[in-house]
């Protein structure tokens, strides 16, 4: 039974800077290929750089990063084009780039690869009463190795954004809020938070990919913040915490890897 097919593939070259959207890519072992494969660090504090602390990193999103070729499986990444707020361009290998990125950042930064043994960052928790912190920043730590937050990949279907929109009309939920790596559009496509009932269960897309369904994705202060022409919205994050503890789509781990392809079928086993 096929309960859905590939609407959208995302990628994040850069952690917390917009990313490129796919028509196809390779998943290894960890992932999408070459999905938050680099971050910024804090000189100062060693901590990645991460739109989680929008007190101190107010503009990572008006940053864009993408590959300047496509990633192929078993080869080095290619240079990461990373657009700056001005609308100017500099390349992750060139000699100035940590200093140029620093100087519009306002924090020295210098640019790391995914392989960091226990990588932190800093996350503020916005004044709501349905969060678990108010108005205080954590350290949080990401997996071993990684700039994942929880786990390798983030799957969000279109049914649960209908039922966002359902549930704050005013509010634009749109895909880039939520930063997911597959978009499902679901078969029946009801006003719904389908994935609740993926967990612990199997993801067969197209002829070769299987995913695991690992939990759900607890969101976080990065969905209210603006973004192009989203404007700021704390009710994006308020209505996810009141109707659906937070969670928006949920995180999964690679079994089997292979290429996914915009359009490829979806079928949970």
């Known amino acids: 039974m096929t309960d859905g097919a590939v609407l959208t593939l995302w990628r994040y070259p850069l952690k917390s800077m917009q990313g490129e959207e796919l028509n196809a890519s390779h998943f290894n072992d960890f992932g999408l290929l070459g999905d938050r494969a680099f ?49 100017s361009r500099i390349s ?20 790391a690869a995914a392989g960091a043994p226990r990588p932190t960052l800093e996350e503020y928790w916005p004044d709501m009463a349905e969060l678990d912190h108010q108005d205080t920043v954590t350290d949080e730590a990401m997996p071993a190795g990684t700039f994942f937050d929880l786990a390798g990949v983030h799957v969000l279907t279109t049914s649960t954004i209908n039922r966002l929109r359902e549930l704050h009309p005013r509010g634009r939920f749109e895909v880039r809020r939520f930063r997911p790596n597959i978009v499902v559009q679901a078969t029946d496509d009801v006003a719904d938070f389908t994935e609740n009932k993926w967990l612990d269960r199997r993801v067969h897309i197209g002829d070769e990919v299987v ?12 969905t209210t913040l603006p973004q192009g022409d989203l404007p700021k919205d704390r009710e994006i994050l308020r209505t996810a915490a009141r109707y659906n503890d937070v969670n928006v789509g949920v995180y999964a781990e690679v079994r089997q890897i292979g290429m996914v392809r915009r359009g490829d079928a979806v079928s949970l086993a």
């Open 39 to 87: 971050a910024l660090v804090d000189v100062e504090t060693g901590k990645v750089v991460s739109a989680k602390n929008p007190r101190k990193w107010p503009d990572l999103f008006i940053f864009r990063a993408m590959f300047t070729a496509p990633p192929e499986p078993g080869e080095p990444l290619p240079p990461v084009a990373v657009t700056l707020p001005d609308g």
């Open 211 to 222: 995913l695991e369904i690992t939990g759900p994705c607890p969101r976080c202060v990065m």
């Open 92 to 111: 992750s290998d060139d000699a100035r780039f940590a200093e140029i990125v620093s100087a519009v950042l306002g924090r020295r930064v210098m640019l």
